[in-house]
């Protein structure tokens, strides 16, 4: 029996992998832009390593994982294949850097207004956040979800 209850409580906490939104923010966006950044911290406080694979939003035709490169006085754009999330670590998605790129935005980003994301991950699987767009040149007060 102690064998079986064994399994069960490391089989009930990979289930309950998790990770902590904090500050899911991104910036207004001008009318006819088609594009728009989000930004967060994830927060892993498992002893396992995750990955952020991608993410969805009914505000976009899709959401891409995306950071920035230094390509000698040029700061070029590419997509990538998610993030790793360190154990009982962090990653900071922020401008100049790793970041979401909302494509092909239904409606422009309107300061005040929430975008629903579904986030998903490796090991956490899906979690739902609501991303606060602020004022198109800084990110809003704080947010933790």
Do not use: C
Request: charged letters at 25%.
């Amino acid at each position: 029996m102690r064998l079986s209850l064994g399994i069960l409580a490391f089989v009930s906490s990979f289930a309950h992998a998790q990770v902590d939104i904090e500050k899911p923010w991104a910036r207004a966006t001008a009318p006819g832009m088609k594009i728009a950044a989000g930004y967060m911290i994830v927060r892993n406080p498992s002893a396992s390593a995750d990955r952020l694979l991608g993410a969805t939003s009914p505000a976009a035709a899709r959401v891409e994982t995306h950071i920035h490169i230094k390509d000698g006085d040029i700061l070029r754009m590419r997509e990538v294949k998610g993030y790793e999330v360190p154990a009982k670590g962090r990653l900071e998605l922020k401008p100049g850097a790793a970041h979401l790129m909302f494509v092909d935005i239904k409606q422009p980003f309107k300061e005040g207004d929430k975008i629903p994301v579904v986030l998903s991950f490796e090991r956490a699987k899906e979690v739902k956040v609501d991303f606060h767009v602020g004022r198109l040149a800084a990110p809003p007060a704080d947010h933790k979800h």
